[in-house]
């Protein structure tokens, strides 16, 4: 299911087609070229009435060198195009008309003013795809990622992103370009106490492990590798399912990462605005219409 979205041609306005079968009852209604149907209808003879629909389509398939007579034309997926109207709206306010009339119900029309707008509204290169360096944090034995400085979370601040912080608050981990880092509450700030790019976490069993209600919260050492530097608090990274005392090893590292910037939507993006063009050098609407295996493009 989607939308065919398309632009008729001039040709039979002006003159530039071969003739139709059946002249009389051919109309030109909201700049398409169609059969008069009410005229249609005066005839009794049902068999004779489809005979003339069916002269008329195969005649508009190839009566000029627009094929069905549409200028140009591009089936858009409707969950293609549902996606990127949430995106336009969640990410580009800016983009009032695109958002409120691509295609998104039954069938439609643009006017030839939202097709200037849309020209205007959408830049091409907002739509390729960008890569963000991106900051890693991996358990190294599964490989498991804990966490990555993903830009579209809500987390990411002042570059780096929060991990998690100790219950009684005091202590917080995130992570960021600078690896993986330990702060500690002082009262008036947080002080980094511990930085790393490769370390060990140890679960510390033994002298009393903070509680929460009943159930025991256990501090742990972080060991850094290059270093050997080290410091313990109630902070403990939780890679698997389960929960494990074991001695853990983390590594931090570093990548690219394809981020969206709407690359879904570029064939539609680029559809969009190839009709729009057309639209205005014709002076004909867009027109889109839903379609399905059924209801192709033979019979608009
Ligand atoms: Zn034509």
Not at 278 to 285: A, K, L, M, V
């Amino acid at each position: 299911m989607g939308y065919l979205v398309y632009v008729n041609c001039n040709c039979y306005k002006n003159g530039m087609t071969s003739d139709p079968p059946k002249k009389e009852f051919v109309r030109i209604v909201e700049e398409r070229v169609s059969l008069d149907f009410q005229q249609l209808l005066l005839i009794n003879d049902k068999t004779l009435r489809d005979k003339i629909e069916e002269d008329f389509y195969n005649w508009k398939e190839t009566a000029c060198e627009h094929p069905f007579m549409k200028i140009a034309y591009e089936y858009l997926d409707d969950f293609g195009v549902d996606s990127m109207i949430e995106y336009f709206q969640f990410w580009h306010e800016q983009l009032p008309i695109t958002t409120k009339y691509a295609p998104r119900t039954h069938e439609g029309m643009f006017p030839i003013d939202h097709a200037k707008a849309i020209l205007e509204e959408l830049d091409p290169s907002d739509f390729e795809p960008e890569y963000e360096k991106m900051v890693f944090l991996n358990e190294k034995s599964k490989g498991i990622n804990i966490i990555n400085t993903d830009i579209l979370s809500d987390y990411y601040t002042m570059g780096s992103i929060l991990i998690q912080q100790s219950l009684d608050g005091k202590y917080g981990c995130s992570l960021g370009q600078f690896g993986f880092n330990i702060s500690e509450d002082r009262g008036t700030s947080f002080y980094s106490i511990f930085r790393s790019s490769e370390f060990t976490q140890r679960t510390i069993l033994e002298n009393q492990p903070l509680k929460v209600g009943d159930v025991p919260v256990h501090k742990c050492e972080f060991i850094d590798k290059e270093t050997g530097k080290s410091v313990i608090c109630g902070l403990k990274l939780k890679p698997f399912d389960y929960d494990t005392d074991e001695d853990l090893e983390f590594i931090v590292s570093y990548g690219l990462l394809s981020v969206l910037r709407g690359y879904e939507y570029t064939y539609i993006v680029t559809a969009l605005l190839k009709l729009a063009e057309i639209s205005i050098e014709t002076g004909n609407r867009m027109v889109w219409t839903k379609w399905d295996q059924e209801n192709s493009i033979h019979n608009t």
